[in-house]
């Protein structure tokens, strides 16, 4: 057996024909352009993720927010209607929330008082 023969027997036991392609292919996209756009690609991939991610933190606060106000209006509520009672007041019952209008219908009846 002579030396070439041997080479190629020891980088195909150990491997060694997998590395010498993954050489080959890298050297090709270096030199073809292939590997700058692939690095920016993934770049703009992950920096899309980084950014739906912040928007989903900064929606899920804003949802908590909104469920704290909820939660202390409703308390504060509750407060002034027994302070009522407390004084011998009987408040009006509290209102059909089926019945109210929506911040969607309450806009469009506002339409016509702007024009």
């Known amino acids: ?36 756009r692939e ?8 920096s899309q993720r980084v950014k739906a991610v ?8 804003e949802r908590d927010n909104h469920d704290v106000r909820r939660r202390q ?3 504060y509520a509750s407060r002034l209607r027994r302070q009522l009672m407390e004084n011998g007041i ?8 089926e019945k109210t209008l929506t911040p969607a219908q309450l806009r469009q009846l506002r339409k016509p008082m702007k024009e």
């Open 73 to 75: 209006t409703a308390e």
């Open 1 to 36: 057996m002579d030396s070439a023969q041997l080479i190629v027997a020891l980088m195909g036991a150990g491997g060694g024909g997998a590395v010498a392609l993954a050489l080959v292919t890298g050297i090709i996209k270096w030199i073809s352009g292939a590997s700058g």
């Open 54 to 61: 912040e928007e989903r933190d900064a929606a899920i606060a």
């Open 39 to 46: 690095r920016a690609r993934n770049t703009n991939l992950v």
């Open 90 to 97: 009987t408040p009006e019952p509290w209102p059909d929330l």
